[in-house]
């Protein structure tokens, strides 16, 4: 039905950057929040950021200051821009997506494989 697909993840350094990218697909009618979300060997998964389709965004406290959220709607699109990286970003990176599809009858929540993200010291 729907698939979200990330890309962009990566070893970098510290204070080095990565911009994720994640793309929608499959029967698609709207898109509602979008976000990205990550986690730690043993430990929860913890909300990074989220976006609205009208772009309001929410960041975790954590990365306030150093990563932006951004999306294409036309694309079914989300970004995340991270700069000033720390070993403390060291994750696996999902994507989430709140889609409306053809098939089901109400949104639903989707996500992505995720993408693996080292910072090293």
């Known amino acids: 039905q729907v698939q979200l697909v990330e890309s962009g993840g990566g070893l970098v350094q510290v204070g080095g950057s990565l911009r994720l990218s994640c793309a929608a697909s499959?029967?698609?009618?709207?898109?509602?929040?979008m976000g990205w979300y990550r986690q730690a060997p043993g430990k929860q998964r913890d909300m990074v950021a989220t976006i609205t389709s009208g772009g309001n965004t929410n960041y975790a406290d954590s990365v306030k200051g150093r990563f932006t959220i951004s999306r294409d709607n036309a694309k079914n699109t989300v970004y995340l821009q991270m700069d000033s990286l720390k070993p403390e970003d060291t994750a696996v990176y999902l994507c989430?997506?709140?889609?409306?599809?053809?098939?089901?009858?109400?949104?639903?929540?989707?996500w992505g494989q995720g993408t693996q993200v080292t910072v090293s010291s």
């Open positions: 989430n997506a709140n889609v409306k599809s053809s098939r089901t009858i109400v949104a639903l929540n989707y």
């Open positions: 499959g029967s698609i009618i709207s898109i509602n929040n």
